[in-house]
């Protein structure tokens, strides 16, 4: 059985390791809920048309039912309730933006996502009259404020969650210990000793 260290329990680190689990692997969780964690405020909407220009995500109808079926698994192993399909509201604010929009729904690989409704629904309180619209669909939401916190319950109950910070200095010697250690750091991986050359690009938002 191959066994390995995650350092970093966000996102990224909590879908590897589930991942990694599922195949058979014996997997350790380091992390200590450091401040300025993207994961926990992450909004964690699936979107298959995104951008000013609304261009169709890259590989959707690929990634999406993967995606779908990964957290509603994830919903039955750990108890929670995570995943939510759902509908997008986008709002047109100029006639160009409209026209485009329209174009879009008319171009193929756009019809079966986009559409113009005539109104905005039950959001039509929370805005001004006046404005276009366009609806999206499929898209989902999964709640990773719910998600993060069970999945570190789980790992702790299982003996194999570490709640503290790796010192780099702790690497070589925790290396015997495992077949890998995957750093799963986000932002702090640029001050990773281990990956100096790489080109880090933070950004926000």
């Known amino acids: 059985m191959k066994k390995f260290l ?5 996102i990224a680190g909590t879908m590897l390791a589930w991942s990694l689990q599922r195949r058979g692997a014996a997997v350790h969780l380091a992390d200590c ?3 300025g964690c993207s994961s926990m405020a992450a909004a964690g909407v699936i979107n298959p048309v995104t951008g000013r220009r609304f261009v169709r995500s890259w590989r959707f109808t690929e990634f999406y039912p993967v995606a779908r079926s990964a957290y509603r698994s994830l919903e039955a192993e750990l108890g929670i309730s995570i995943w939510t399909d759902l509908s997008i509201l ?3 604010g100029t006639p160009e933006e409209a026209n485009d929009w329209s174009a879009r729904c008319a171009l193929p690989g756009y019809a079966d996502f986009l559409s113009v409704p005539a109104d905005a629904g039950h959001w039509a309180a ?3 009259p006046g404005f ?3 609806r999206i669909q499929p898209a989902a939401r999964v709640n990773f404020s719910v998600l993060l916190p069970a999945f570190r319950q789980k790992a702790r109950a299982e003996g194999c969650f570490f709640e503290k910070q790796i010192d780099y200095r702790e690497i070589p010697q925790l290396s015997a210990a495992y077949d890998g250690i995957i750093f799963c750091e986000g932002w702090r991986a640029r001050e990773n000793p281990f990956f100096p050359d790489l080109p880090w690009q933070t950004a926000k938002g």
Do not use: E, N
């Not at 995650?6 to 966000?10: A, D, E, H, L």
């Open 132 to 134: 276009h619209y366009g």
């Open 90 to 92: 986008r709002l047109l």
């Open 33 to 35: 809920a450091l401040p």
């Open 126 to 128: 929370a805005v001004k």
């Open 6 to 10: 995650i350092v970093g329990q966000g």
